[in-house]
């Protein structure tokens, strides 16, 4: 079977290697995953400059994505599809869906996770390119954002800023609900007296949703555009709206007396970013 | 400090009364938390003829709806406000936290629920009134269902059409993320050859979205309208593929090489609402 003593050798040293190896890594120790688990949190994020990846359709997205893997995760029947997206790596460690559920945030099991580096924060800059920029002003629920960024995702607002007071993009509510967008489209932290001075730079209109604004449908918009989302309880802030040049609104067509009150904010982005593309035809 | 002894006593017994009557409502007893908590189900909702409305905020909105409530579940704290709404009455029962626990499906707890009856059924019209009707071909996701019908209540569309594989709208996960609307607009199940002969009765055209339909932005669109929405994962099935009259889309504008796949079907319907609304105007 095999042509020489020295081949036969090589590849049994080469299997108990494999062997061992994954033997040695599939028991993750305790701190570890509790140091994994963790990095549910901002805090331990930001001291670590790791964040998690989970779920493996999210997983496998990240073949496509420029953010930096320090780690994978995964069971040994689940490898398969990691390797088949080039994700198998030296750092690739085979573990059980029991250790897995550990470390993971998420409800329902999965085959996978990935430990990945907090990208850099990105330069702001000092003249708008695009022709829409939007600006969150405080978005506080998870699944909000997510839906946001695979939103500003899909309309090609690749830049997206934001307030101190919005929640984190690397937290792993948010990472699940933009189903994968949280790798192509990136989120700046930017006080917004730094935008105000960007738009006037820019020669761009700063346009907010309140309830009294200009009916959107029938206003001109700016091919030079800075849209702000306020807060999901609050609207925009005193902070911000001072200096928003165009207030505009989704109007309410309901007929009812009972009207709904308001649409959700990742609703009315859509709406509003879809509002600001069409014209471009 | 009384007028007189008939004043006393009557007073007494209005005391004795109301304690006698908190204290024998208090004690939920094993089999109701069942029935009650069997609500959650579908085959129970239609047995029972009844479905629960969880959640303080939505429990109040109940006092602006046409639904009726056939029992009240409220903490005693929470009392005020149910009675501040005009919904405290006969029916409602005084009970603790742990309780209404152990009936609820919510994580976070809360003061109060009601026991609602399913209305009656609409009938399906023979004609279309309304400009722009909605026809949901098997949406699975409750999250989304509601944030659809919160959509449809914004957009004034209050009769809704559905498949029998359509979520049911009495789902708890419904009526929370519809955030109140499930009070004010209405889902009906409703085979789709019977939505074609209404269409032609109507002289109403037919729009589904596909990837590879028109852009909606560009079409003209037609003032007597029925949009399909279709399924997450498959979006429109076979079956009512056949009906479409015309296929559209919205474009997708991200210039990355992998773009984001998909918008959420309720950012969709967003969308597309907005679309056909927007064009009264």
Redesign the interface.
């Known amino acids: 079977m095999h042509k020489n003593k020295e081949e036969f050798l090589t590849e049994t040293v080469t299997l108990l290697q494999n062997n061992s190896r994954r033997c040695f890594f599939s028991m993750i120790s305790k701190s570890k995953i509790k140091q994994l688990s963790s990095l549910a949190l901002k805090k331990y994020r930001n001291k670590e400059g790791l964040f998690l990846v989970e779920g493996d359709k999210m997983v496998l997205e990240l073949a496509?994505?420029k953010i930096r893997i320090a780690e994978i995760m995964t069971t040994e029947a689940f490898e398969p599809s990691i390797r088949d997206q080039g994700l198998f790596a030296e750092n690739t460690t085979t573990v059980t869906r029991d250790e897995l559920k550990k470390i993971s945030q998420l409800k329902t099991p999965q085959n996978s996770l990935a430990v990945c580096y907090l990208p850099v924060s990105r330069d702001i800059p000092e003249v708008l390119e695009e022709d829409l920029t939007i600006y969150l002003d405080g978005i506080q629920d998870p699944g909000n954002l997510g839906?946001i960024l695979?939103?500003c995702?899909?309309?090609?607002?690749?830049n997206i800023f934001c307030s101190a007071e919005t929640v984190d993009p690397f937290n792993p509510k948010v990472i699940q609900a933009s189903?994968?967008?949280f790798a192509?489209v990136t989120l700046t932290e930017c006080d917004f007296d730094q935008i105000r001075t960007i738009a006037t730079n820019s020669g761009a209109i700063i346009y907010g949703t309140f309830m009294e604004g200009e009916?959107v449908?029938?206003q001109d918009l700016s091919s030079k555009s800075i849209l702000v989302m306020g807060n999901e309880g609050n609207g925009i802030s005193e902070k911000v709206k001072k200096h928003v040049d165009q207030k505009i609104s989704?109007?309410?067509?309901?007929?009812?007396t009972?009207?709904?009150?308001s649409?959700?904010v990742?609703?009315a982005t859509?709406?509003l970013c879809?509002?600001f593309?069409?014209r471009s035809?």
Chains 1, 2 share one sequence.
């Open positions: 496509k994505s839906t695979r939103i995702d899909w309309f090609g607002i690749p189903m994968g967008s192509r009916n449908y029938t989704i109007p309410n067509f309901s007929s009812d009972q009207k709904a009150e649409l959700n990742s609703v859509a709406i879809s509002e593309k069409r035809f």
